[in-house]
């Protein structure tokens, strides 16, 4: 039982490049969460999947796209990276809300030159 | 816009001592509360939670409180080990609805001394 898995652990791109964050989860989770976390700051939340099928908005979307790909994957893509997106990435799982314990990833590092 | 704020950025406590790390937030419609343990390096580590409809709940070796007349909570570590070298976020969410969604505070970075 890994919990929440997340892939690159870091990651180096040039403004303009393109990239997707893949986060798994195997505790049959049905809500998932993207966050970003930068210095001073605490987590901030990007995007949200409730269930299998369904996206939504969070505090922080614009630059970013997200896909629930089934139940276990939820990927965040940035389609043309800016340095204002060099942050850590966190993605967590919760069982049905976020009144329920979110599970977190060990996060993707990413640096936008 | 909502906020959840903790009064100090940083907290350096003597080992064996109690720690105790507080936490503001705005929203008065909020009745769910999380503190998360991070370490360096690692995602936030869930601790304890609340709900509104209760002011204290005790955990091994935590205590959270909550005073929602003043929209305050607190984390109380008891004899503090350099083991809870972390830092500490607190959270706030409104409603149990699968859409709401949860707001984090900045963190307290708390150093123990030998």
């Known amino acids: 039982n890994a919990g929440v898995t997340q892939t690159p652990k870091f990651q180096v791109l040039k403004t303009g490049q393109s990239m997707t964050l893949q986060c798994a989860q195997d505790?049959?989770?049905?809500?998932m969460y993207w966050y970003r976390q930068d210095p001073g700051m605490g987590l901030r939340l990007i995007y949200y999947s409730a269930s299998e099928g369904t996206t939504d908005k969070g505090e922080v979307p614009n630059g970013y796209n997200v896909s629930r790909l089934n139940k276990r994957e939820f990927s965040l893509r940035l389609e043309s990276a800016a340095p204002s997106q060099t942050s850590v990435y966190f993605c967590a799982s919760s069982g049905t809300s976020t009144q329920e314990t979110q599970y977190f990833g060990p996060g993707t590092r990413l640096l936008v030159l | 816009g909502e906020s959840v704020g903790l009064h100090l950025p940083t907290l350096s406590v003597q080992e064996g001592d109690n720690s105790i790390i507080n936490c503001a937030y705005s929203n008065s419609a909020s009745d769910y509360f999380i503190w998360y343990k991070q370490e360096s390096g690692k995602g936030p580590q869930f601790i304890i939670d609340?709900?509104?409809?209760?002011d204290k709940r005790q955990g091994q070796r935590v205590t959270v409180l909550l005073n929602k007349t003043v929209k305050h909570l607190s984390l109380q570590i008891a004899a503090t080990q350099p083991g809870d070298s972390a830092v500490y976020f607190c959270a706030a969410s409104e409603g149990y609805s699968s859409a709401s969604k949860i707001i984090f505070g900045s963190g307290t970075r708390l150093s123990i001394r030998p």
């Open positions: 609340i709900r509104s409809n209760m």
């Open positions: 505790m049959n989770h049905n809500s």
